[in-house]
Every structure is written in structure tokens, then in C-alpha cells.
């Protein structure tokens, strides 16, 4: 388990914290208060909206199955819609816990964004312009966003102060 370091914005004994376990904002907004930095809000929104879109694949996958299209195997068949339900959570944890500010979604998403480009950039070049860059342009922002600074100062939370044991 990874903690803090010492006098860290997380620290609940840090002014301004309320010890709650919020992740703390580092872009004052109009209000005085602390606001998300406007990265982390479009690479959750970009990451949830993948999960959505794979959990739509998983539901037309399994109508497919329902009606009795042929496959060539019915039970590799199921351990695709498997996988496509398990990513889709996956990717609705991974923006979830992004928007709130923890450490270890920045990485999933930069994975994910990069298998979305080994399948966006075919599919562009495939000659479907128009769907490789629904792909290719989100993901290469998110990308971009993940490496700014406000959103890496953001998402430093580690999680809770308690032992494991």
C-alpha cells in the first residue's frame, strides 16, 4: 500500500481538507472554491462514454444470440459477451474513480486509449473515415490530458490512510 507524502494536499490535517477522504481540487474556481480541472472531466466523460458503447455492443451481441444467429461456436460466443460485459465495467470503474481523483485509473486509461488505437487507426485506413475517427480523436485527447499537469496533480489521491491489516 502506497501512502502520502508528508504535508500532502491529502493529508486530513492539510488546511482546507475536511478529512472526509475527498480528493482535494487544485484550480481555484469562480466561487473561491476548488474545482475538477477540466481534463479529468472530458477523460471521464470520453471513458465512460467507451463503456457505454461496449456495453450497447454486449446488448446487441446478445440479442444476436438470442434470435439464434449462427456462430461458429456457441460458447466462445459466450466468453466474448464475458468479456466485452467485464470491460465495460472495467471502463465505467476506471471513470469513475478518475473523476474522483484516485492514482490508479490514469493508467488504465491510457491503456485502454491505446487499445482503442490499434483499432481506430485500421479502421480509418480500412476506408471508414468517418468511424476511425470517432475513435482516434478521443482517444488521442484523453492521451493528451492524461500527461497535463493539473491532471496528474489532481489524480494523486492513493485512497484510504488505514492499514490493510
Do not use: C
Not at 7 to 34: E, F, K, L, M, V
Not at 57 to 67: D, G, N, P, S
Not at 133 to 141: E, K, R
Request: charged letters at 10%; glycine letters at 10%; aromatic letters at 10%.
Amino acid at each position: 500500500m502506497s501512502r502520502p507524502p508528508l504535508n500532502s494536499p491529502h493529508d486530513p490535517a492539510a488546511p482546507g481538507n475536511d478529512g472526509q477522504g475527498t480528493a482535494p481540487n487544485h484550480s481555484a474556481g469562480a466561487s473561491g472554491g476548488d474545482q475538477r480541472p477540466v481534463g479529468i472531466v472530458v477523460i471521464s466523460i470520453v471513458v465512460v462514454l467507451e463503456a457505454l458503447a461496449l456495453l450497447t455492443a454486449a446488448a446487441l451481441y446478445t440479442y444476436q444470440l438470442v434470435i439464434g444467429a449462427p456462430v461458429a461456436s456457441f460458447w466462445g460466443a459466450v466468453f466474448t459477451l464475458g468479456l466485452l460485459l467485464a470491460f465495460s465495467a472495467w471502463l465505467f470503474a476506471v471513470g469513475h474513480f478518475l473523476f474522483r481523483g484516485y492514482r490508479w485509473p490514469r493508467s488504465a486509461a491510457l491503456v485502454a486509449q491505446l487499445f482503442v488505437l490499434t483499432i481506430g487507426f485500421p479502421t480509418m485506413t480500412g476506408g471508414l473515415l468517418l468511424a476511425g475517427l470517432a475513435m482516434v480523436v478521443p482517444a488521442l485527447a484523453v492521451i493528451v490530458f492524461l500527461f497535463s499537469k493539473r491532471v496528474i496533480s489532481f489524480a494523486s489521491r492513493t485512497g484510504g490512510s488505514r492499514s490493510a491489516l
